[in-house]
């Protein structure tokens, strides 16, 4: 239901900006977010954002170099300044409630995923 796409190969200080749309539901009422999960690692969150746009979550480790945005189908993750931690496969999900909740494990609907690799 959600598809993401937008990631790829970048050298580290480069950008990316990831994209997810939702192909048979809306998810205008509820929270969406963007998570990662590098081989041999556990998934972690990376951005979350309200129903609305009012409200943010973000992981200390993209603060400052990461933005989520969204409008009524669709998430975005602009990415810059990346480093070679942040390659990882990043998925969106849409939340079970309307708040920006941060633990991934409060988003129901989940994206296939797409492959992000910073080069340093």
């Known amino acids: 239901q959600l598809q993401a796409s937008g990631g790829g190969l970048v050298q580290a200080g480069g950008y990316l900006r990831l994209s997810c749309v939702s192909s048979?539901?809306?998810?205008?009422?509820?929270?969406v977010g963007w998570f990662r999960q590098a081989p041999g690692k556990e998934r972690d969150s990376v951005a979350t954002?309200?129903?609305?746009?009012?409200a943010t979550y973000y992981a200390d480790a993209v603060k400052g170099r990461f933005t989520i945005s969204r409008d009524r189908n669709s998430v975005y993750l602009q990415m810059n300044s990346l480093e070679s931690e942040d390659t990882a496969v990043y998925f969106c999900?849409?939340?079970?409630?309307?708040?920006?909740?941060?633990?991934?494990?409060?988003?129901?609907?989940w994206g296939q995923g797409t492959q992000v690799t910073v080069s340093s």
């Open positions: 999900a849409s939340g079970r409630s309307s708040h920006a909740c941060a633990n991934w494990a409060d988003y129901l609907y």
């Open positions: 048979k539901r809306t998810f205008s009422n509820n929270a």
């Open positions: 954002i309200s129903w609305n746009g009012g």
